[in-house]
């Protein structure tokens, strides 16, 4: 045995000289064992917390209840039931917590109020088509509550339980996922947005928590030979830079350090006195872990050295809730792609958004969201719209988009009294894989439209009356060094704004007559990630913000529109809980005015591109976001020129 325990040690030392930051030590303390004759289904440790300071732990009893009790074992409150897996958060209104009633097979949620010192009304989960075993919660960076059920043979869902006052009335399943078989335990980091799931007879895997994450998985802690593990992957706890995994039947317990997305085996303690160990939670305190494993006869306690210095200073994006959706895009898969306003020249509230449907069409909404039009004239990619068009006697509104079907703008008309779009026709490019597209009025009124090759070339085009038929006029090209798509001008400072996806966003001269010499106005940074998507401006006559989808970290970048290009902030667009509207990721295009809407809407609204549109899930669709939301969280209206 001390054989044992000195390789143990040497291998964590090893470990600690190559991995600082870390430490720690190989040998884990034995505290305490408890028996109860009462059944303990799961047990957590709580973090010491201002409004429940007696509290320490948490535990599931069989036909019993969920008990909260003090460090001696004293019970401070019962919930009365027959629960299973329990884990839990701290929210404003108190304790939530996320079990599953055993005798409905259902999970559900409740909360430990700190005002009242009493459970409120537990709020139950609809039953799935699968047995629950076992449940974990995750808090989003808006600090909104998602429950994660896992189940039999590969099946998992997560549900929006809670925002960050209390719990929600009506949960709502955000996603089903694709888990692995034979899983029963699940933890989340929530600074991270990882769950961690077991795998018994494989080991644990990582997959991203966020709702608006892809479904991809990587391995933690493997079986032999591939790792560590020799027998089962059980349960498991979170602990600051690691994580400690139970190998069950084994009955020894396996402690892993992250370093830098990297796992590392530390180290490995047995635990030979306890029968069945399966569930395990972990507090630290002053570089200590206390760590509590339950057994089949009860608990035991262990203490262990933990020093942790976590280096890294994470930046937290603010978040902006959309006030208002559309509805899905008719198209499956990756279809919606990129808005554009138009704004009714008398009626702004009769105003209208012009979307892409890139696998089939144009799709037209009102300000509701509610889809007014849906022209199917095939697969375009790009929109914008400009006002004041010359066809054949009449005043029209031009909307130009990218038809890839083509390589051609099609282009449309938009009636100034109600709005209605129809098509114009087709008008052939010089592009061979045409792409991005943005429109440009110069000072005398005349109207261009600026695409873009995935090759990196840009067409300029003069929109013409041909004797009452559509037509444009090739007038200037130019290019950037690799795969561009949006574009946006700058109309009354002659300035056209270029996004070249995996570089930078760059500002040229839009006159067709003038030297096409790029400016970089922003490179791909610490607040820019590729893909740089859409561009737009939003524009007073005190106010001018370039708007830029950093669709690498599903964010939007706000720079001021005039040199040298103050970088004024950076927001995501979460979840309204209130209103069961999800968060945006992905986002493509976007559009953004600052014409009052009327309500909420006043100081202007931001479109955004939805690629995964939950809750539950369905077709892509587009964001509404007001204006004056960003403006508060950025600290834009004190900033008048």
């Known amino acids: ?109 409740a909360i430990f109020d700190k005002t009242t010192h009493q459970w409120n009304q537990p709020v139950y989960i609809p039953q799935p088509a699968f047995k629950i075993d076992g449940v974990c919660l995750y808090q989003d960076e808006a600090h909104n509550g998602f429950m994660f059920l896992v189940g039999e043979e590969g099946h998992g869902e997560q549900w929006l339980v809670s925002d960050a006052n209390t719990s929600v009335a009506q949960p709502k399943l955000i996603r089903r996922l694709s888990t692995p078989p034979n899983s029963e335990y699940c933890q989340v980091d929530d600074q991270q947005s990882v769950m961690y799931i077991n795998e018994e007879n494989v080991g644990i895997w990582a997959y991203q928590a966020h709702p608006e994450a892809d479904l991809i998985r990587n391995p933690v802690a493997l079986m032999q030979p591939f790792g560590q593990l020799s027998q089962s992957a059980a349960g498991m706890a979170l602990v600051p830079g690691g994580l400690l995994v139970l190998d069950s039947e084994a009955k020894t317990l396996h402690a892993y350090q992250n370093n830098d997305g990297v796992w590392h085996s530390l180290a490995s303690y047995p635990l030979t006195n306890l029968s069945d160990p399966e569930n395990i939670s972990a507090r630290l305190n002053d570089k200590q872990l206390t760590i509590r494993i339950k057994h089949d006869d009860g608990v035991a306690t262990f203490s262990l050295p933990w020093n942790y210095q976590d280096t890294a200073q994470a930046a937290t994006i603010p978040v902006i809730k959309p006030q208002l959706q559309t509805e899905p895009v008719p198209s499956l898969g990756d279809a919606a792609d990129d808005p554009a306003i138009w704004v009714h020249p008398k009626k702004p509230q009769r105003s209208r958004v012009l979307g892409t449907d890139k696998q089939g069409g144009l799709v037209v909404y009102d300000l509701k969201g509610k889809m007014q039009q849906h022209l199917a004239v095939g697969r375009v990619n790009n929109v914008d719209v400009r006002s004041g068009f010359n066809l054949n006697g009449q005043k029209i509104d031009l909307a130009v988009a990218s038809n890839r079907d083509h390589n051609s703008l099609h282009v449309f008309a938009i009636d100034p009294a109600s709005g209605v779009v129809s098509e114009l026709g087709e008008v052939p490019t010089a592009s061979q894989d045409i792409y991005g597209l943005c429109m440009y009025k110069n000072h005398a009124g005349d109207i261009y439209t600026i695409v873009n090759d995935k090759d990196g070339r840009f067409f300029q085009y003069r929109m013409q009356d041909n004797h ?174």
């Open 1 to 109: 045995m001390k054989k044992n325990q000195l390789k143990l040690k040497l291998t964590a030392l090893a470990y600690c000289m190559l991995t600082a930051p870390f430490t720690v030590m190989a040998n884990a303390e034995l505290l305490s064992v408890s028996n109860n004759s009462e059944q303990i289904e799961a047990a957590q440790l709580l973090m010491k917390h201002q409004m429940m300071p007696k509290a320490d732990s948490l535990l599931s009893y069989e036909h019993k209840g969920i008990v909260i009790e003090d460090k001696q074992g004293q019970q401070l409150s019962l919930l009365k039931g027959n629960f299973g897996s329990i884990d839990h958060r701290f929210i404003h209104k108190g304790l939530l917590i996320a079990t599953v009633d055993v005798d409905r097979q259902q999970a559900m949620v």
């Open 468 to 641: 009452g038929m559509i037509d444009a006029e090739l007038v200037r090209e130019f290019s950037v060094s690799s795969q561009p798509e949006g574009c946006v001008a700058d109309d009354k400072n002659h300035r056209l704004f270029v996004g070249e996806e995996n570089k930078a966003v760059w500002a040229l001269d839009a006159r067709s007559n003038k030297a096409a010499t790029l400016t970089e106005v922003m490179s791909v940074s610490e607040h820019l990630k590729a893909d740089i998507e859409g561009l737009s401006l939003y524009q007073t006559q005190g106010e001018d913000y370039l708007v830029i989808s950093s669709q690498g970290n599903d964010s939007y970048v706000v720079l001021d529109a005039l040199p040298p290009f103050a970088y004024r902030g950076v927001f995501r667009v979460g979840f309204n809980t209130d209103l069961g509207i999800d968060g945006v990721s992905e986002t493509d295009g976007l559009d953004v005015t600052s014409v009052n809407l009327g309500e909420p809407w006043h100081q202007g609204m931001l479109v955004v591109q939805d690629g995964r549109n939950r809750m539950p899930v369905e077709n892509q669709n587009f964001k509404y976001v007001p204006w004056s939301d960003i403006a508060d969280q950025l600290g834009l209206s004190a900033t008048k020129k």
